[in-house]
Nanobody
Framework: VQLQASGGGLVQAGGSLRLSCAAS????????MGWFRQAPGKEREFVGG????????YYADSVKGRFTISRDNAKNTVYLQMNSLKPEDTAVYYC?????????????????WGQGTQVTVSS
């Protein structure tokens, strides 16, 4: 499995960004994908995830109502739409695949990781 994350950048507080994670190498219908982030000096934390088959989504409380995860089956791509960004959202964002249908919030449960994309939100 290969994961290619993109779409990060610098944005002002209140702005929006959309991250993409293109997946290849497997059929993902039985898998789930998570988005995580890691700020300097902090542990990697769960942002949200999507079950590929059902398209059920799950979010951390800190982003609920601001971030939206979706998928495009034809492109094997998952998106993280981030609105109303805050400076505390600044981090490297990672996508990851879990070879299970159910989304997990634990990074240890994921089997494949993308390379990360930097998101910086200025105040």
């Amino acid at each position: 499995v290969q994961l290619q994350a993109s779409g990060g950048g610098l944005v002002q507080a209140g702005g929006s960004l959309r991250l993409s994670c293109a997946a290849s190498g497997r059929t993902f219908s039985s898998y789930s994908m998570g988005w995580f982030r890691q700020a300097p000096g902090k542990e990697r934390e769960f942002v949200g995830g999507i079950s590929w088959r059902s398209a059920s989504t799950y979010y951390a409380d800190s982003v609920k109502g601001r971030f939206t995860i979706s998928r495009d089956n034809a492109k094997n791509t998952v998106y993280l739409q981030m609105n109303s960004l805050k400076p505390e959202d600044t981090a490297v964002y990672y996508c990851a695949v879990r070879t299970r249908t159910v989304v997990s919030s634990s990074p240890a449960e994921y089997d494949y990781w993308g390379q990360g994309t930097q998101v910086t939100v200025s105040s």
